[in-house]
């Protein structure tokens, strides 16, 4: 370690991320309607560990202000939070407005503004309202111009003080709840029609559409910028033999590439290995066609570089083998692994692999010539305490690997956000698992944010931009 620069450009963006269902609360006030996290956590309140949902959550919808106190003391120079969609949208479409919702996020971007604190805003975080599902969800392809509509009034009410806008947050996650049991709304299991690359292929034309809506309409008078988060695990070979490299290999393209490729690949269009196992795996099942359904040339050309800058959430790595595939991503012949050595979190997934995080940074770089690339999501979770010291340690090692990368990989990276600002709602886990660098009291009606130590750490790596030595 002794030699790295350990420091953080000038300009750096430093900040946290929240998302509208995990915080707001205030599920049915004012004018809200009912999304799928609603419906499920209602419905089904067995499906979510601790039987829980985020009818109150954080309370963001009245403590935004808290939260922005929170932001301040961190030193956070940008706040990334999602909108809800049915907030803004009682019944998902256009048909009727709720004035309400637009007040709420004018207010809290204000609020931000005010504190010197550059709003970046997540269009969805996964909160489909319940009547765009009832018509299929992402797989109708009539989402698609639902969901332009959906973006163009908030370009329209939100952008003239948003510069940072991303149309989705980590859609292979919203492709799961069509595929993974036991995981995101709406759970369905229906891989054997295709229905994640359905998804797939829905979200990337939205997404597309929205970025050229945004050149065309609104570009020239609000100077901002749109992209869109991917998440990923790194993916290391197991070994060093070729079998294990092009297993690796499949797999950032099966979980990261049928997203960043289309949009950031030199040729467009998804990855050819991913083309290529799911058309064998499909004529093994007895299809005549592919689950993949191509993208012609038209969408090719439409899709292809719509993004400003690029968003990524890392947490973790796992080693990667030929083999059955798993849940995570199917059809890609390629098994996942965890090293038992590595730390653990009070998530599964989340295995302390701080080594992984420049890799990807470095995989990014090169595969898709340097592009911009925020971090809009990384952190640790346990299961609640004050002195996180895990916390604390799994922060300095990441951000050793971050510094790593833009100072001696040259990586093209501008900013890092945590995840998450305080304890929130963590999906089917409940309330089970704590990302907060702020501890939230569920308790007690008022919600009281308490920092943690972490937030000590954290606000003098954002103060300095330098990591401490020891
Ligand atoms: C999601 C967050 C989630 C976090 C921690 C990310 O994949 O975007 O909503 O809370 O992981 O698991």
């Given at each position: 370690?002794?030699?790295?620069?350990?420091?953080?450009?000038?300009?750096?963006?430093?900040?946290?991320?929240?998302?509208?269902?995990?915080?707001?609360?205030?599920?049915?006030k004012d004018g809200k309607g009912e999304n799928i996290w609603d419906r499920i956590t209602h419905e089904k309140p067995n499906v979510i560990q601790d039987g829980s949902n985020g009818d109150v959550a954080c309370d963001s919808y009245h403590r935004y202000k808290e939260d922005i106190k929170a932001l301040k003391e961190l030193g956070a120079k940008m706040y990334r939070f999602s909108i809800s969609w049915s907030r803004i949208l009682p019944n998902g479409t256009i048909t009727s407005i709720n004035q309400k919702?637009?007040?709420?996020?004018?207010?809290?971007?204000?609020?931000?503004?005010?504190?010197?604190?550059?709003?970046?805003?997540?269009?969805?975080?996964?909160?489909?309202?319940?009547?765009?599902?009832?018509?299929?969800?992402?797989?109708?392809?009539?989402?698609?111009?639902?969901?332009?509509?959906?973006?163009?009034?908030?370009?329209?009410?939100?952008?003239?003080?948003?510069?940072?806008?991303?149309?989705?947050?980590?859609?292979?996650?919203?492709?799961?709840?069509?595929?993974?049991?036991?995981?995101?709304?709406?759970?369905?299991?229906?891989?054997?029609?295709?229905?994640?690359?359905?998804?797939?292929?829905?979200?990337?034309?939205?997404?597309?559409?929205?970025?050229?809506?945004?050149?065309?309409?609104?570009?020239?008078?609000?100077?901002?910028?749109?992209?869109?988060?991917?998440?990923?695990?790194?993916?290391?070979?197991?070994?060093?033999?070729?079998?294990?490299?092009?297993?690796?290999?499949?797999?950032?393209?099966?979980?990261?590439?049928?997203?960043?490729?289309?949009?950031?690949?030199?040729?467009?269009?998804?990855?050819?290995?991913?083309?290529?196992?799911?058309?064998?795996?499909?004529?093994?099942?007895?299809?005549?066609?592919?689950?993949?359904?191509?993208?012609?040339?038209?969408?090719?050309?439409?899709?292809?570089?719509?993004?400003?800058?690029?968003?990524?959430?890392?947490?973790?790595?796992?080693?990667?083998?030929?083999?059955?595939?798993?849940?995570?991503?199917?059809?890609?012949?390629?098994?996942?692994?965890?090293?038992?050595?590595?730390?653990?979190?009070?998530?599964?997934?989340?295995?302390?692999?701080?080594?992984?995080?420049?890799?990807?940074?470095?995989?990014?770089?090169?595969?898709?010539?340097?592009?911009?690339?925020?971090?809009?999501?990384?952190?640790?979770?346990?299961?609640?305490?004050?002195?996180?010291?895990?916390?604390?340690?799994?922060?300095?090692?990441?951000?050793?690997?971050?510094?790593?990368?833009?100072?001696?990989?040259?990586?093209?990276?501008?900013?890092?956000?945590?995840?998450?600002?305080?304890?929130?709602?963590?999906?089917?886990?409940?309330?089970?698992?704590?990302?907060?660098?702020?501890?939230?009291?569920?308790?007690?009606?008022?919600?009281?944010?308490?920092?943690?130590?972490?937030?000590?750490?954290?606000?003098?790596?954002?103060?300095?931009?330098?990591?401490?030595?020891?």
């Amino acid at each position: 370690m002794v030699g790295r620069d350990m420091s953080f450009p000038e300009d750096f963006l430093f900040g946290a991320a929240t998302a509208s269902y995990q915080v707001e609360g205030a599920w049915d006030k004012d004018g809200k309607g009912e999304n799928i996290w609603d419906r499920i956590t209602h419905e089904k309140p067995n499906v979510i560990q601790d039987g829980s949902n985020g009818d109150v959550a954080c309370d963001s919808y009245h403590r935004y202000k808290e939260d922005i106190k929170a932001l301040k003391e961190l030193g956070a120079k940008m706040y990334r939070f999602s909108i809800s969609w049915s907030r803004i949208l009682p019944n998902g479409t256009i048909t009727s407005i709720n004035q309400k919702g637009i007040d709420y996020y004018r207010k809290l971007i204000a609020e931000l503004l005010e504190n010197d604190i550059q709003p970046m805003v997540t269009m969805y975080h996964w909160d489909l309202p319940t009547p765009l599902q009832d018509i299929g969800g992402w797989t109708n392809p009539a989402i698609i111009e639902y969901f332009v509509d959906y973006a163009r009034i908030l370009l329209t009410h939100l952008g003239d003080k948003v510069k940072w806008w991303l149309t989705f947050n980590e859609p292979t996650h919203v492709a799961r709840g069509y595929f993974q049991p036991n995981f995101m709304a709406p759970q369905l299991l229906l891989h054997h029609l295709g229905a994640g690359y359905m998804v797939t292929a829905n979200i990337l034309k939205a997404h597309a559409l929205v970025y050229h809506m945004y050149d065309k309409e609104f570009r020239h008078s609000q100077q901002g910028k749109i992209s869109l988060t991917l998440h990923s695990f790194w993916y290391e070979p197991m070994s060093d033999s070729e079998e294990d490299i092009k297993a690796a290999n499949t797999a950032i393209n099966f979980d990261f590439g049928i997203f960043a490729h289309p949009i950031l690949g030199k040729d467009g269009d998804f990855p050819a290995v991913v083309k290529e196992r799911v058309e064998v795996v499909s004529k093994e099942m007895g299809l005549k066609r592919s689950l993949l359904p191509p993208l012609d040339k038209e969408w090719i050309a439409r899709i292809k570089g719509t993004a400003d800058f690029l968003g990524v959430n890392h947490y973790t790595t796992r080693l990667c083998t030929p083999g059955p595939g798993g849940v995570n991503i199917p059809d890609s012949g390629v098994s996942l692994h965890i090293d038992p050595a590595w730390p653990i979190a009070a998530s599964a997934y989340l295995k302390v692999v701080p080594w992984g995080f420049r890799k990807i940074l470095r995989w990014i770089k090169d595969e898709y010539g340097n592009p911009p690339v925020i971090v809009t999501e990384n952190g640790f979770s346990d299961r609640g305490t004050l002195n996180d010291i895990d916390r604390i340690n799994y922060y300095r090692s990441y951000l050793r690997e971050l510094s790593t990368a833009i100072n001696e990989d040259n990586c093209n990276i501008f900013g890092y956000l945590v995840w998450s600002l305080m304890d929130n709602f963590e999906w089917i886990r409940g309330y089970t698992e704590k990302f907060g660098l702020f501890h939230v009291d569920f308790n007690k009606p008022d919600r009281p944010r308490t920092p943690k130590d972490s937030v000590n750490f954290i606000k003098n790596v954002f103060k300095t931009r330098k990591l401490p030595r020891d």
